[in-house]
């Protein structure tokens, strides 16, 4: 089995930074691309930032400037440096990664999803 397992979320103030970390563990045969997703309260998830394999990045508007993606292939990592933080930043974020994987017998494609960490931006 996969799992994505994230970390680094917390309550920081506006203008601050954050780092959220996603390792990927189990029967990985190749880490495709990988993204970030937030879950604002009361609103549906939507992606925050993008990264292919081959370290193609794509962003929201929103983001754009202030947060920068990034993996470590060897460590099989996503990270998402967050800078200068605004309340709205303020949601659930989720690593999503789109894995190749070795079951036993065959080599099979999944998409997996961490399960969330909280950022909370406030004074």
């Known amino acids: 089995q996969v799992q994505l397992v994230e970390s680094g979320g917390g309550l920081v103030q506006p203008g601050g930074s954050l780092r959220l970390s996603c390792a990927a563990s189990?029967?990985?045969?190749?880490?495709?691309?990988m993204g970030w997703y937030r879950r604002a309260p009361g609103k549906q998830r939507v992606l925050v930032a993008r990264?292919?394999?081959?370290?193609?990045?794509n962003y929201v508007d929103s983001v754009k400037g202030r947060f920068t993606i990034s993996r470590d292939n060897a460590k099989n990592t996503v990270y998402l440096q967050m800078n200068s933080l605004k309340p709205e930043d303020t949601a659930v974020y989720y690593c999503?990664?789109?894995?190749?994987?070795?079951?036993?017998?065959?080599?099979?494609?999944?998409?997996?999803w961490g399960q969330g960490t909280q950022v909370t931006v406030s004074s």
């Open positions: 189990g029967s990985i045969f190749r880490l495709n691309a």
């Open positions: 999503n990664a789109d894995i190749t994987y070795y079951s036993g017998t065959s080599y099979s494609a999944g998409d997996y």
């Open positions: 990264i292919t394999s081959g370290g193609t990045t």
